[in-house]
């Protein structure tokens, strides 16, 4: 008769071969590695040109070091004040552009990420756990605003908002929003999700699972505008608010979706070929575009195993094969007439 730990090993080895076969790849992914169709792949640039290192980012005054952490963008109020979402869920602010106290305005929980302040003082995120939320301005209650797409949507009725990443508000109102990855969240501690992991483990499957997404906040309807875009990332609306830019991590590149004109409804390349991995964008004041891009150059094992599915599984299962990314980032002044 077997023994209980004979049938575990054995049970543990089944599985094992399954994910073999399969070419699985671990929590929370649970997806099958894809071959990464050759538009997709990413073709960085060398920091050279424009992309030139430099040191000016060593001169930035950096806010709250040792007070906050893992903050993934800042949202401004009408008054100058700073509205900062860190790694355990919570909302912060500080008034005076910074110069204020940090004081803590409510707990949206889950990963809240992109955000904007509207001038009643009230903030919405997107929130990778939540979804889309509303914090209030002065209770910090928050409210789940949307979760999945509406059921009356063209597009993927109904499927559901994971990884919601980041946002901008158009003058009428509607909210423009992204979602990066269906690789759901992963609590890394008791109060902290890893927004790192589902990221890489995306890359790794291979498939582009992010899409632009829209909601109305007068009627509640939330839809996908675009979709099969390989992590999508940072959004901004033209200023002229005839198309929306949205950064595709995974592919180093940014697209543009156009929501008005002959090409209303369509979705093209604004900007190709970025050195490391485009985060977030956001319109500048002159009427072009901050783009931010984190670990450039890109790790060569990124090209080397984007041609090999069983390498992008094997790294899936032994992630120290990865080794470390590149702590070098740049800020992008991006004009918009990049066609």
Not at 55 to 75: D, N, P, R, W, Y
Not at 208 to 224: D, E, I
Not at 253 to 262: A, D, P
Request: proline letters at 6%; one cysteine or more.
């Amino acid at each position: 008769m077997l023994g209980f730990s004979t049938i575990v090993a054995f049970a543990a080895s089944a599985v094992a071969l399954l994910y073999v076969k399969d070419l699985r790849l671990p929590y929370p992914c649970f997806q099958v590695v894809q071959t990464v169709p050759s538009e997709q792949r990413a073709a960085p640039s060398d920091l050279q040109g424009p992309y030139a290192t430099n040191l000016h980012l060593q001169k930035a005054k950096k806010l709250f070091e040792s007070e906050i952490s893992g903050v993934e963008t800042v949202s401004i109020s009408q008054e100058g004040t700073l509205y900062l979402p860190d790694k355990l869920g919570r909302i912060w602010t500080s008034k005076d552009g910074g110069r204020g106290k940090l004081e803590q305005l409510g707990y949206a929980g889950g990963r809240p990420l992109g955000g904007h302040v509207y001038p009643n003082g009230d903030a919405i995120f997107c929130d990778m756990v939540k979804g889309l939320v509303l914090v209030n301005g002065t209770s910090g209650l928050t409210t789940i605003l949307a979760k999945r797409v509406s059921l009356t949507a063209s597009k993927m009725p109904g499927s559901e908002i994971i990884f919601a990443d980041d946002l901008d508000v158009a003058s009428d109102g509607t909210v423009y929003f992204s979602t990066l990855t269906n690789v759901p969240p992963i609590p890394a501690s008791t109060n902290e999700y890893d927004a790192l992991k589902p990221c890489v483990l995306n890359i790794l499957q291979g498939s582009a699972q992010g899409r632009l997404m829209s909601y109305n906040p007068s009627t509640g309807f939330t839809q996908v505008l675009a979709d099969n875009i390989w992590q999508a990332n940072g959004i901004a609306v033209s200023p002229d608010e005839t198309f929306v830019v949205v950064a595709s991590t995974g592919s180093t590149r940014l697209y543009r979706y156009w929501l008005k004109g002959s090409k209303a409804g369509s979705l093209e390349i604004f900007l190709d070929n970025l050195p490391g991995f485009p985060d977030g964008v956001s319109k500048a004041s002159d009427g072009n575009f901050w783009v931010a891009i984190n670990s450039a150059p890109v790790p060569k094992v990124v090209g080397v195993t984007m041609g090999s599915r069983f390498l992008r599984w094997v790294v899936g299962w032994v992630p120290a094969l990865a080794g470390e990314l590149n702590a070098y980032g740049l800020i992008l002044k991006v004009s918009d007439s990049q066609l």
